[in-house]
C-alpha cells in the first residue's frame, strides 16, 4: 500500500515498476497520500522522543 519492491540488481524488474508507476498515475496518488500519512503518524518527532524514552527506560530497567 505504500510501495513497491523489485529483485535488487535486476533492472528488468525495476524497468517495469517504473511502467507500472507510469501507467497508473491515479493508485500512486492514492499511495503516496497513505506513505505521507505514515511518515507524519509514525516519524513525527513526537513519536521519536516517546521511542526514545522508552528504549532509554528499558536500558535502566524501569517500566514507566
Known amino acids: 500500500e505504500t510501495g513497491f519492491l ?14 507500472y508507476c507510469i501507467n497508473h498515475t491515479e493508485e500512486i ?10 511518515a507524519e503518524r509514525e516519524y513525527c518527532s ?8 522508552s528504549e532509554f527506560k528499558k536500558g535502566l530497567g524501569r517500566k514507566n
Open 6 to 19: 523489485f529483485e535488487p540488481g535486476n533492472s528488468v524488474d525495476l524497468a517495469e515498476t517504473i511502467e
Open 29 to 38: 496518488k492514492l499511495m503516496s497520500e497513505k506513505v505521507r500519512q505514515l
Open 46 to 53: 513526537e513519536m521519536h522522543i516517546s521511542r526514545l524514552e
